[in-house]
C-alpha cells in the first residue's frame, strides 16, 4: 500500500512570501491531519479533517494559515504571508477510521519549509 | 491541558537495553503512544497502551505505565543501531484522535 505522499519536501521563501503544500493521504483513509514540527520539538497539531470536513482547527492561525479538503481525498495547507517563525516541518497524517478506537496515524515525509 | 514532558538525549551501546521516560499531565488521556521518528521522515507508530494498563509488551518493547504519577516509559531490549531517532511519547483521548506530542527523545545506539 503507497504511503502518505506529501510534496514539495523542501521549501525555502522570504518573509511575507505565500507557500502551499500539498498531501495525499493513504488511499480510502477518511481521516487527514497537517501537523507543524518545529526543530526540537515534537508535532503540533494544526488541523484535522474528516471526509471535507475540518474536524479541529482549534491550533491553527487562521489569519495566516488555511487548509482545504475539497473532494475529501488531497489537501493543501497555505501560509499567507509567511513570518520567520513559520520555519519548520510540516507533516501530514492519515487515519482509516472515526476518533473513539485506537487509530494508527500514518505519516508522510513532511515538507521542510525555511522562511528567510 | 495536554502537556508532555520528555528528556532530550540518550546514548546506548548495541546489545544494551535502553530506556526513555515521559511525563504526561491529562489524567483524562485515554491512550499513551510512542511514536519512532527517524531522520528526513515522518513518524512511525510503535506501540501504545490503554490508560487502565500497566504493562505492555510487544517484542523488544516494554512500556510501562505510572498513572499515579502520569510516567510513561519505553524499554528497548537488545537495541539495534536501526534503533537510532527519536522517540515521541503522545497522549490521546477517547473519542478524539488529536494527538498530544512531547519533544522527543533522540536515541544514539554506539556499535
Not at chain 2, 33 to 56: H, R, V
Not at chain 2, 77 to 92: R, V
Request: hydrophobic share 35%.
Amino acid at each position: 500500500e503507497a504511503g502518505v505522499a506529501q510534496s514539495p519536501r523542501y521549501k525555502i521563501i522570504e518573509k511575507r512570501q505565500s507557500v502551499a503544500f500539498w498531501c495525499n493521504p493513504i488511499s480510502g483513509h477518511a481521516t487527514l491531519y497537517w501537523y507543524q514540527q518545529i526543530l526540537g520539538q515534537g508535532p503540533k497539531l494544526l488541523i484535522q479533517f474528516q471526509n471535507n470536513g475540518v474536524v479541529d482547527d482549534s491550533q491553527l492561525p487562521k489569519d495566516r494559515f488555511s487548509a482545504e479538503r475539497l473532494k475529501g481525498v488531497d489537501s493543501t495547507l497555505k501560509i499567507q504571508p509567511a513570518k520567520l517563525e513559520d520555519s519548520a516541518v510540516y507533516l501530514c497524517a492519515s487515519s482509516g477510521s472515526l476518533a473513539g478506537i485506537v487509530d494508527e496515524q500514518y505519516f508522510g515525509p513532511g515538507t521542510r519549509l525555511t522562511v528567510t | 491541558g495536554e502537556d508532555v514532558e520528555q528528556s532530550l538525549f540518550l546514548s546506548v551501546r548495541e546489545g544494551d537495553s535502553s530506556v526513555i521516560n515521559c511525563t504526561y499531565t491529562d489524567s483524562s488521556s485515554t491512550y499513551l503512544y510512542w511514536y519512532k521518528q527517524e531522520p528526513g521522515a515522518g513518524l512511525q507508530l510503535l506501540t501504545y497502551i490503554f490508560s487502565n494498563m500497566d504493562m505492555k509488551q510487544d517484542q523488544r518493547l516494554t512500556v510501562l505505565l505510572n498513572k499515579k504519577d502520569k510516567h510513561l516509559s519505553l524499554r528497548i531490549a537488545d537495541t539495534q543501531t536501526g534503533d537510532s531517532a527519536i522517540y515521541f511519547c503522545a497522549e490521546g483521548l477517547y473519542g478524539n484522535n488529536r494527538l498530544a506530542f512531547g519533544k522527543g527523545n533522540q536515541v544514539v545506539v554506539i556499535p
